[in-house]
């Protein structure tokens, strides 16, 4: 209510110093109105228990997109800390033998929360299945697996998502055209898998089907990999008109088009990583849709203090929102605090 942190608030309360006055007499303002009483029974239990929390995610090496959870995790980590709360990261290379060597070690150890990113859809109901069963809270975030009761969700509708996508493919176009979906995976990945990518383009397809007021779209999908010889041909493109890229290897597709000098295609794709912002500014991607990652971590870790320490409930699904980047809302000044 204050808009600061929970730090900012507890060093108020506590009159721990570094704090404006204006900050001060706004959270003393509020408590007054609200009655705000301390709960005793939480920070007692802060001073004589550590709540130990395993995050289990992707490796960040060459991945920039799970720097930002990351950085929102440590941010969590720091507000939290003084209330008991301690992180432990496992790390995952991007394949399925590195994910269940991983997750075999997090299972042996006793952790009283789990924040997850559940990539490898077969592999990760098999680990929450195991995980349940120490009943202790659990929270997902950049993909939702429904199918495992019980287990908090923080993350984008990707079906609506995808939905969004469309309407953004479709926008302003009145006479027929032709839509290339790239499926643009790395070479140990397995796109069966990844729930994300399917519901993105799941609620893509959607889009098109309910709306009959549309122009004929014509659907092309092609599967290819993130490599050096990322297998992209201007053949490919021939009488394209609009590309979709239902994840953050946007670039690649930008950086092929701007290369071959290829014209008039309207491009969508995902995530605010520093390549795809770049040919967001130069006009090559037309609209990028953000899940806010950095938020995704906090919230998780903020969740989980929740039912740790304070013993409240708390949102078993907390949806992202969803926002829409364009060339004319972002500018190389926000990049920069990236």
């Not at 941010?75 to 590195?98: H, R």
């Not at 997090?106 to 490898?120: Q, S």
Request: include cysteine; glycine fraction near 6%; proline fraction near 2%.
């Amino acid at each position: 209510m204050a808009n600061v942190s929970v730090g900012t608030v507890d060093r108020i309360i506590h009159n721990r110093g570094q704090v404006t006055l204006e900050n001060i007499e706004i959270v003393n303002a509020i408590i007054k109105k609200y009655g705000y009483k301390r709960n005793i029974y939480a920070s007692n239990l802060a001073l004589n228990k550590k709540f130990r929390i395993a995050v289990f995610l992707p490796k960040n090496e060459g991945l920039e997109y799970w720097l930002a959870p990351l950085n929102g995790i440590a941010k969590a980590a720091e507000e939290f800390g003084k209330f008991g709360v301690l992180i432990d990261y496992y790390f995952y290379t991007y394949d399925t033998d590195s994910f269940k060597k991983i997750a075999d070690k997090v299972l042996k150890l006793d952790y009283e929360g789990l924040l997850f990113a559940p990539v490898f859809y077969e592999e990760s109901v098999a680990f929450l299945t195991e995980c349940k069963k120490k009943n202790i809270p659990i929270v997902m975030i950049d993909s939702n697996i429904q199918e495992i009761e019980g287990v908090a969700y923080i993350g984008q509708d990707a079906y609506q998502s995808g939905y969004l996508a469309g309407k953004l493919i479709s926008y302003g176009i009145k006479s027929e055209s032709n839509i290339l979906i790239l499926k643009i995976t790395r070479d140990r990945e397995r796109t069966s898998k990844t729930t994300v990518y399917l519901q993105r383009i799941q609620g893509f397809y959607s889009y098109f089907k309910e709306n009959d007021f549309l122009p004929v779209f014509n659907f092309t999908e092609i599967s290819t990999h993130d490599t050096s010889k990322n297998h992209l041909t201007v053949k490919m493109f021939l009488a394209i008109d609009c590309v979709f890229v239902p994840n953050s290897r946007v670039h690649i597709v930008a950086k092929f088009i701007k290369e071959n000098n290829l014209q008039g295609i309207r491009i969508v794709g995902y995530d605010l990583l520093k390549q795809n912002l770049d040919y967001l500014n130069d006009g090559i991607i037309d609209f990028l849709i953000h899940q806010k990652p950095e938020e995704q971590g906090y919230l998780g870790i903020s969740h989980l203090y929740k039912k740790l320490v304070l013993k409240e409930e708390a949102e078993s699904i907390t949806y992202m929102p969803l926002e829409i980047l364009v060339k004319e809302n972002y500018s190389y000044s926000q990049q920069s605090k990236l």
